[in-house]
Structures are given as structure tokens and as C-alpha cells.
């Protein structure tokens, strides 16, 4: 007989009013392949290398060891089966273990691709592609890692050799944070300032051999090392690491020569725009948006599964003979959790689309970019760094989120929730601190304020569509009555926009008033999260009007544009204290009179009445909405979340089969 | 020579206009000896088993040994200094690692002092003391947790031979989450239900062997053992267990006896009071606030002296030629930095007053409790539960915001602040759920509300004080026109009773008009948060007045006070949503012409123009502030913290210390 949890899960489905297979489909479009996914899957499912059950129980050293084991066997994987790079990054990202493999494929041979010339791609793509070469990419340093242009390590050009002589001149110029220096690269590509005949011209990229290809050992001239453990025992895997360069020489064909270039004699040839050579960072970015959302999916299937089979507090209201009474309630029921839940879900889907978007945005501008057009870039840097930092911050505080409503049992390794927040954690400090990027994002964002202020019929780009809002600028605070008047796209829009724009001339204001810069962070983080959500808002109503995206089609259409609606209100509800301030909308103070029930609602009521109100029409999709993520129980490796229930057989099952990890301790105590 | 970091941190004492060693001495009164601590500390740094730099390198079991060497060796410390239990407390915290041996202080022993009967405690009181008998207090089942009135394990009387029959007769019942009952515990108090003839009487307290004192082995009907790894690594020497009892028989003499009784013949005698049994949680819940407070204390530390070392970016602003040209900027002085981190300061003092008002009102309870008169429960419970979820997630945000300020090194482990976030993280969940505690928060508001609707001139508990607010209610939006105006502590605690006490009565009515109980939520937490936040201010204004508390008097009076009155303004900055959305506070639009600069201020734009002006004071003094905690470079733990600084010669030193940590590993890649 199924347990209470697994008929729990079934009456769940069964509420559920599309077929979640069909919406898989949908959201794996245009972005990944479901069927060779399961395929991916189901062999690494099958051999004990990539066994996740261990892993918290290791040393970090047994950990470092297990994924260098992972590694290579990946790497043989894709001759035994024939696997293409598709697949091969697939089985990759599966392995749900960090590595720093990973950042050979997403950081090392990028750069190589975008700023390598011709005949060097030529060289050296053939060796990343079939891995004779393993490469990481150095650029951080001890002293200094948003701060680019301060970089220490200096490559000085020897004329007389044609080589490039790189040292590390201070303690702070130590390389840092480098994942896969620390064991596993034979090659780095190396931000260092390259000195001209005396002359400091800024930093630029230097392709360096750090070990030998024969024995691993290191390079004359280089000492490297790992850094040692992250917080939280995460990214255990990665052999994040250090490196020091004294006069290391190498050939002058190893300056990554796309854009600089240097001749035998030394003499320069300047990039044709300065920041070009930043083309590989936008495009880790774009890649961790769709990256991230998809690691949110997971941690939502778990929690709201779980929450569906934990049964808690019996109904105080029913009274004995009445049916149900004495049964506990399914967590999930309750409006303290759904309402914590739902907007977790609705952002996996919303992120899943942006994710798209965003790299089919960096795919046109990297496609400029080899020929020299840089006319995407000032966009696609301001949309990719507006994103990685809502995502990012987003997906950190989802996860957590959805972590605290599974209640003690969530804070259980088995669980599989922790571990998504731990490794997904730096996310809001690597590839640009989210702090900087706010000032960068709102910096970009004075400058179409101004333009628009100048030129109000300009043509807006995606990124500055909202400012349109101000022309005309109806007359605040709007009237909203009903809550049902929430439901209507123009007043969300609208809403988002406003607050964006109103956000975003508070802050030129007080630029025009003389604050200085510096200054002004809290509100270059408003204005940053402002335009992102009014750009986000805009492409979900647009992917409603059937324009573009997944979410206007097929399984589920209804439910989904419900989804995508609590989104929008779950922003516009974050977004009230602005609202509020801005008077966009007007306060509704409650009546302190405790014998009148007042007869109207305030904007802020009704707003919290019609999300209540989405939120119960998605209650009985729950399952269906996570379920349609498709991942398998094994991807999801938790003892709480798996497609059948049965959270706690499997917690005391797991933990009985680990009785035997702690024998010696047991022994240990005896003697105590 | 000194390194420019060292030289950073002298300047910034320089700076400070008070002596810290005082602050310190006024921070530990009536809380803790620091010269006791220091000398406790000391023995622990001399000693190998307490060394705490390879604990992020080892493995689960590794780490559990190690734990357990570290408590037997605290236990012989005992003898051979011959500390007194508050000496051996202090060593136990500074240790610094969480461990089963913990649980026995602060859980196992509590429930038998509060609990047994003047005989029971004669007999185990004295062998909890010396260590005779190791418990565990076990109350969370599988199933179970928040909920202990559906607790499922079971204790039936059989009068026949006078005992007690625990069982668990499903696997929800099997108790889990118990700190110490996974190896180390040799008994436990066990939360079951009393059956009396066939009837239930509930959740009562009953002392079990567990294991046996002779080889520590299981005793009979007893299955039991460890539940696994916790998120982050956490808590990773913590034996968290599980137990199952089939027909368990204990002696009648077992069931803890101070407040019910079951006579030879299983007649029941009733508690006087039904939520005495509850004073267990209580006490955790007390000593959780000043125990949360130094931890945040510690993060702050280690974050603000490493941003007063970090130096980035150099003044664009300055011209070549000018003093500063061209050397980068301490982080520390960005305001977008100290803004973050000063609030976090703020916080720590706040919270060690706050830990201290609540041990007393413990004690005054507890005392007044054992003598049967529990006139003071609700209010003590109203007060730790409210304070107990505030300071625990303000703590838990607070060090992750600390963290996540440092940057890409705040990732390192041996950073220090990481591990302090993960072991704290689980206090937003543990002694009662947070989101639970809220609703039990709120409830308990709602009656203080309907009483002082019933009769205004009721005097009103020190947890209520803020309904007075009420009468006569000031006429609103309040008006506040310079920054100044924020400073007056009449204002500040006007703003804040009134938020609260409107938040509450938009609950009364919205229950009142029908609305369910758990359909709420939302508006509890806000309820919950806004009373603990009015009686947070209340308190920390009467300090000021010279009524109590350590913040009026002595060293750094002044620094202490604008301290706490950044505290208080940075809590108003939180509640603006509800100021607007209740219409406390004026809106203040910014204007969108871009050609006018606005005369006057918003009240906001004023409160963050004197938040950003208290910052200002508070910069030169920060290093003082954080000195002031006095925590020694052993206890902190961190490359980048040190009194000294120099992180970046710390980090790469405790690296290549590292090297040989992945000697094999290295080999192994060689094969690869």
C-alpha cells in the first residue's frame, strides 16, 4: 500500500490541469534538449563515479580526489559514447558536482575563442576542444578583483627575444581565486599589464603555459598552489588557486591577439574599441542566468514536493464527527507557505525565459563583435549586468527561501536544498560583484535619462523602453480600486515603469545637486533592481500579447500566465515602499476604530487580495508546475523531495545506512 | 617595516576618541568576565586538540572524533584547573566548535533542574554536573516538530510493576534532530505521551537510559544513531541522532516529577499551570539572544577590519600632482561599504543589551516559576519568542551581509565569517520555528490590543508599552521636515509605536472581519516584527535616559550613542513601507523636471541624509567599536581579520601551508 505522502503526491497530480511532459518541452526549448538529457543522465546515474551520496562525508581532500575521478571520466565518456560537446557539457553540468573542468569550458576556452586571432584559434582551440590542453582564466588577483585596470602582474615585452616576461611584483599581485589553477590546468590566459618599451599599456590577456605536459610539474618560474576550503563546504571540488610569475617568458604569438596586437619591434596596435577584451565576461554572465534559474527549478521542485507530504496541526476550526477531523493539514495548504513558494516558482519560470533571451542577445552581439561591430555591446553589457545581479540575487534568495519553509528538516544535507544555496552563493560576488554592477547598471541608465530628457523621440533600446512611461506622465497617485484592476497589464507596466523612472531621477537629481558618486549606492542599487524589473515586466507582457516566448503557447497556457502574472504583482508588491514614496500609490491607513469594518479597499489591500487570490488558483498546479521542470529523483538527490514522497522512510533509511560512518567514533566514545 | 594594512589599522585607532578596553569591561558586565575568558582562551590556544585551522579539511568523521576529544579534554580541563562550571561554560563557547557536549549544558540539564521533583533532582542533578551521566533533551520527531501537542511516541503506566513503556509506533514517531543523542548521550529526557488507563494525557517528560555506562552499547528495545551531515557543513561535530523505543520499561520514579505526578496506582495529579513544561524552551530561547549577539559580534569584526585594509580603486577625482593621486581608496570609506556594515555594529550592541534584559527577566521568571506562580510566563514568553526570532534572523542577515560586503575573499573559509553564518543559520528555525513564533507573537499582541481597547487605562506590559502611542493618536502624516528632527527620541519612538500599533489593528480587523486565522500569515509576521521592534527602541531610549543599561555610562558614551541612535534610525529606514503605506510619513515625489533642483526635503530623503550624517561620526570610530568586543586573534580565526591586518601575506602564508593537503591529489592529476 502507498504511504499517506505518496497518495499525498498522486491526489496532487491529479488536481493538476495540463500535462506536465508536454510543458517540459516548452521550457527546454530553444535551450536545452530534454530526451538527450535523460539520456546524459541515465549514464551517469549508472556508474558509481558520479555516486553523489558520499560527498558530505568526505575530506576535502577525498572530495578533490572523487572530482578529479569525475573529470576524467567524463572526459573518456565522450569517446566511449561518442558523446558530441552538447552533450559532453550536458553530462557535465549533470554531474551536479562543480568542478574545474567547468571552467575550462566556460571561462578558458571562451576567451580563447573571442580573443585569439585567426591563426592562433587555429592552434589552440583544437587542443582545448579535445583536452590535450587544460586552461583556467586568471585575471583576479590577491589585491584586486572588480578593479581591472589596477592589476599588478606586468608581462614586459623583450624585443630582443620577441618574448613577454611576466612577474608578480607584489604579495597583492598574487593570482587568486583562479578555479582549476590549483591542480588541474596545464594552462592559464593571464590578465597582466604589458609594459612597452617603459611604457604601462594597460592590461591585456597572455596565454601561459603553467605545467608541463609530460608530468604536471610546474613551470619554471611559477609557483601555484590551491587556496584552500570555500564557506560552507561548498565548490569542495573546484581547485580554486593561487600563482606567482617570476620572469616567466613566453612567445610573442601568446599575447591574445584579436584585438592588441604587438609586433616583433614592439610597436602597438590599439583594439578598435576599448572594451573589447570584456567580451568574455559578458558571456559568463549571459550564461549563468539560464544556469542559475534552472538550479532555482531544483530547489522549488524539492521544497514544494516536501511541503505537499509533511502534514502539520489538525484543523482547530473542524469539530469532532465532522470529516477531516483530527487529520493534520498538508503544510502546502497553508497561505504562510504557498505564498512563500509560488513566487519562488513563478521566478524559475520567469528566469528560465530571461535566460533565453539573454544569450540569444549575447549570441547576435558576439557575432558583431568578431567582425569588429561593437554597436550591441554598450546594451548587452547594461542587460547582462542588470541580470546576473537580479538573478543572482534572486536565485540565492529563493533558494533560502524555499530552504526555511521545509522547516528543521530542510536544514538536513539529504535534503538536497542546502547544497544548491552554498554552491550557488558566490554567484552574487563572482563575475562582478553585484554591488559594482548596481553602480555600473545605473550608471548606464543616467545616460538614456539624459539622452531621453534631451531627445524625448528618441528610440528607446530594451534596456530604457520604461522611460517612455514619463511622456505623457499621468497624474499620480493612480486609482486603483478593485484588485481585479491589478490584472491589467497596461496598470502593471505602467506601475514598473514609473517606479523606475521616478527611482532613476531621484538619483540624477541628486548627481545634478552635487552628491557625489559614492554617494549615492543605495540609490544606484534602487535604480539598478528598478530598471531590471521594469525590463523583465515588459518582456513577460510581450511573451503574453504572443510575441515571443514559451509562455504564450501550448501546455498549461493558463496556468502559466497566471504564474507570470503573480510574478509581476509579487514585484509590484516588493517594489510598494517606492510606490509609496514616489506617490504612485496612495497609503491606506487602517481604521483604528475597532467596531467599523471598513468599506473600501486600499491599493496595497487590493494588490494583497488579487495575489491571494492567483495564488489559490495555482494551489492545485503546484506539483504540475514543479513537476514540468523534469528532473529525475537522482538529479535531485534528496531523501525529502523525490517524485514518490516518502520523506521520512527515506530519511531514517539513509540514516541507518550510515551507522557504519561512525563505528570508530562510536568506539572512540567508549573509552571516553 | 609595517605593511601598508597594519599601518591602515593603526591610523584608524588613531582615530578612535574613546578607550575600547573600557567599552569592553561595560559590554561583559553583568553578562560575562572577560578577564576570566581571557584566561580561559589562553589555555585553549596552548593546546593542539582545540587548534581549529584543519577543520575545514576534514572529513565528517574526522571531525566528529575530533569533537569529541575536544569535549574530553574540556571535561579533564576541568579537573586539572580546577574550573568552576562557569569557567568550564566560557570554555565550552570558546572553543568554538558546536557540539554534542553543548546540548547536556544547555538543554539535557535546564529540563532536569526546572523539571524533577526536589528528590529527582537530588539524585541526577549532581551527576549532570560531573559528567557522570551525558544527556540529550529529546522532543522533535520525524514527523513532528513545532507541533509537540501531536508528539506520536508514547509511554504508557503499567501499574503492575510500576514502570513506564515508551514506544514508537510509527516511523514519524522515530525522534530525530536530537543534538547529543546520536553518539555522546547516555540518557535522555524524552518527550512522550502519557496513557494513564487507556487514556491520553498528553505530551510529558520522562528520563530514559539510552546506553549503558559500563560499555556505552545501546540498551534494550533502544535503536539509535546519527542522521546525518546538516547544510554548509554546519554543526559538523554536532552528533544530531534519531531513537526508536520498543517497549522501553523505565521506573515510575522516571517521569519528570515537579509538576505532574502519577501515583503507584497511575492516579494523575495535574500541573498547576499548563504551559509549565514549556519552561525549558524558554530558558534556550533566553540565552539564544546574547549568545547571537557575540557571534554577529565577531563577524563584524573580522568585516570591518579587513575593509579598513582592502584598498580599491584610486580617487578619479583627483588631479595628478594632488595628495591621494593615484593611491587607491580604503574600502571601508566608501559609503556604499560603511552603510552596509556600521547598521551591522549597531546591531551587535543592540542585541548584547537585549541578551542581557532578557536573562534577567528569565531569571525572575524561573524563580518565581519554581514556587508555582507563573504571573510572569506569557509576558516572558511574549518577549523571548519575539526577540528570539528578531535576533536571530537580524543576526543570521546580518553576518551574511557583513560577509557578502568583504567581496570575493568573504568566500574563503578561512576568512572566518562563513562558518559563523552556517552554525547560526539554523537559530531561524530551531526553539521554535520563526514563522511559527511569529503567529504566536502576534496572537499574543491581539490580546494586549482588544484589552486596551476594553480599558485604556490598563497598564501596559513592557512588551505592550507601544500601544500608549495610541493616546491621544498624534494627527498624521507626522510632520518632519529637517534631518535634525529625526534625532529626537520622542519622534523616533512615535514613529515606531505608531507602525506597530497600526499594524496590529489591521490585523484586529482583518480577523474581524472574518478573515481565517492562517490566511494571516503575512500580516503576522509584519505584526510580530513591528512590536519587537517597538519594544527594541523603547528600551534602548530608556537606556539613554539614564534608566539602565550599559550605554549610558563611560567609555565611548557619546560614540555609543549615536550608535544606538543609528540603530534606531536605520529600524525607521526598514518600517518606511508600512510608514507610508499607514500614512505616518508623508510621500515625497522627486520632481521630473531635470532643470530645478528641489528646496526642500521629503522625510525620507531627510531620515537618509541623517543616517548618512550619524555614518559620517561613526567612520573614524569604527576599528574602536569593533576592538571593543575584544575578541583575540586565536578566537576569530580569520586570515583577513587579525588585530594587525596584513590579509593578503596571511592568506598566501596559511595557502602554501596548504600545499601538502593535495600532494596526493596532485599526484593523481599527474595521471590523469
Sequence with gaps: MPSQSTIDLQNARKTVSFDPKVLNRLLNEGSRDGEMRKRVVE??????????????YMSRKERMAAGLRISRRLMELCDEKGWDYTEY???????????GLNLHEVAFQPVIAAQCSDEQQAIWLPKCMNHEILGCYMQTELGHGSNV???????TYDPSTEEFVLNSPTVSSTKWWIGGLGILATHGVVQARLFLKGRDMGPHLFLVQLRSLEDHSLMPGIEAGEIGPKVHGA??????????????????????????????????????????????????????????????????????????????????????????????????????VYMRLLPQISRAYVFITAGKDMADLYHSMASQLSSGDASLLAETHAVSSGLKTYVSAGVVDGVENVRRAMGGHGFLDASGVGRIFANELPSVTYEGDNYILHLQVARSALKSLSTFFATPTTTLS?????????????????????????????????????????????????VQSGKKWSELSHECVEVSKGVTEAFLVRRMLEAVEGQAGLLSRGAGKKEQEVLRTLYILHTIESALPSLLEFGILAPSPPSLDPSTTSSSLGALEALREQLSSLAKQLLPEMVGLVDAFGFGDWELDSAVGRYDGEPYETMLARAKKDLDANVGNVEARKTM
Tied chains: 1, 2.
Excluded: C
Excluded at 43 to 55: I, T
Excluded at 265 to 270: A, N, Q
Excluded at 487 to 506: D, K, N, V, W, Y
Design 43 to 56: 549514464v551517469l546515474e549508472s556508474e558509481e563515479v558520479f555516486a553523489k551520496g558520499k560527498r558530505a
Design 89 to 99: 557539457l550536458e553530462a557535465l553540468a549533470s554531474a551536479d558536482e562543480p568542478l
Design 149 to 155: 585596470q589596477q592589476l599588478e602582474t606586468t608581462s
Design 235 to 336: 565548490m569542495a571540488a573546484v581547485d580554486n588557486g593561487w600563482a606567482r610569475f617570476s620572469s616567466v617568458r613566453i612567445p610573442r604569438s601568446q599575447m591574445l591577439a584579436r584585438f592588441a596586437h604587438v609586433s616583433s619591434d614592439g610597436t602597438y596596435s590599439k583594439p578598435p574599441h576599448d572594451k573589447l577584451a570584456y567580451g568574455g565576461m559578458i558571456f559568463i554572465r549571459a550564461q549563468m542566468i539560464g544556469s542559475l534559474a534552472w538550479r532555482l527549478a531544483k530547489a522549488v521542485t524539492i521544497s514544494t514536493r516536501y511541503l505537499h507530504t509533511r502534514r502539520q496541526f489538525a484543523n482547530p476550526e473542524l469539530q469532532k464527527g465532522e470529516a477531516g477531523y483530527g487529520v493534520e493539514r498538508q503544510v502546502i495548504t497553508y497561505p504562510g
Design 462 to 510: 530594451p534596456s530604457s523602453a520604461y522611460l517612455s512611461v514619463l511622456h505623457p506622465l499621468p497624474s499620480l497617485p493612480l486609482a486603483v480600486f478593485a484588485p481585479s484592476s491589478f490584472l491589467s497589464p497596461a496598470l502593471q507596466l505602467q506601475l514598473i515603469s514609473l517606479r523606475a523612472s521616478f527611482g532613476l531621477a531621484r538619483l540624477a537629481r541628486l
